[in-house]
T-cell receptor, first 114, second 115 residues
Framework: AQSVTQLGSHVSVSEGALVLLRCNYS??????LFWYVQYPNQGLQLLLK??????LVKGINGFEAEFKKSETSFHLTKPSAHMSDAAEYFC????????????FGKGTSLLVTP | ETGVTQSPTHLIKTRGQQVTLRCSSQ?????VSWYQQALGQGPQFIFQ???????GRGNFPPRFSGLQFPNYSSELNVNALELDDSALYLC??????????????FGPGTRLTVL
């Protein structure tokens, strides 16, 4: 089965600093990869997705991610953090063996300090 | 366009009881997936329904069951509740006609507490 590993359960950045959240995947076939954000007491919101084609994917709220097959990575970045970016971020890979179910990482909690 | 809705928002049950959670899929979507998110963890796939039949299942026991109705809404039923069933239950809908099929849209979740 396909899986993802998120490195760092907590990341703290200053407002205006670069945000880098790490995700590595394990897959025997070309993966479909996603980043979701979850604000407190809410469901999951899709930030961006990689399916095929361009390896640099742009999402909402200024986030982007680059699919690197050689490194089996799909790291999430944002050039300048805002206070409103503080949330839980989940990387996920699609498992075609289970009806396209999503396999999620354990999540990274992003803290943005003034 | 109406998004994914779930009811109830919160629920408190005791061990051994049974619970039913409900989900209405996003307009135009024909597939519903259910996930369990324990506190501090990522969501885990329970099962998926398509054409009113189970279309994939994660590592959950049979006391977790579901239904999908002709209007594509869905129910998650959990029998013989255990303390470890306390979690946020997320419903996600998707469309087999969409590209990519893998893109799922999530509801706000139902917070289940088992005492």
């Amino acid at each position: 089965a396909q899986s993802v590993t998120q490195l760092g359960s907590h990341v703290s950045v200053s407002e205006g600093a670069l945000v880098l959240l790490r995700c590595n995947y394990s897959s025997s076939v070309p993966p479909y990869l996603f980043w979701y954000v979850q604000y407190p007491n809410q469901g999951l919101q899709l930030l961006l997705k990689y399916t095929t084609g361009a390896t640099l994917v742009k999402g909402i709220n200024g986030f982007e991610a680059e699919f690197k097959k050689s490194e089996t990575s799909f790291h999430l970045t944002k050039p300048s953090a805002h206070m409103s970016d503080a949330a839980e971020y989940f990387c996920a890979v699609s498992d075609g063996d289970s009806g396209y179910a999503l396999n999620f990482g354990k999540g990274t909690s992003l803290l943005v300090t003034p | 366009e109406t998004g994914v809705t779930q009811s109830p928002t919160h629920l408190i049950k005791t061990r051994g009881q049974q619970v039913t959670l409900r989900c209405s899929s996003q307009s135009g979507h024909n597939t519903v997936s259910w996930y369990q998110q324990a506190l501090g963890q990522g969501p885990q796939f329970i099962f998926q329904y398509y054409r009113e039949e189970e279309n994939g299942r994660g590592n959950f026991p049979p006391r977790f069951s579901g239904l999908q109705f002709p209007n594509y809404s869905s129910e998650l039923n959990v029998n013989a509740l255990e303390l470890d069933d306390s979690a946020l239950y997320l419903c996600a809908s998707s469309s087999t006609a969409a590209s990519p099929r893998h893109e799922q849209f999530f509801g706000p979740g139902t917070r289940l507490t088992v005492l």
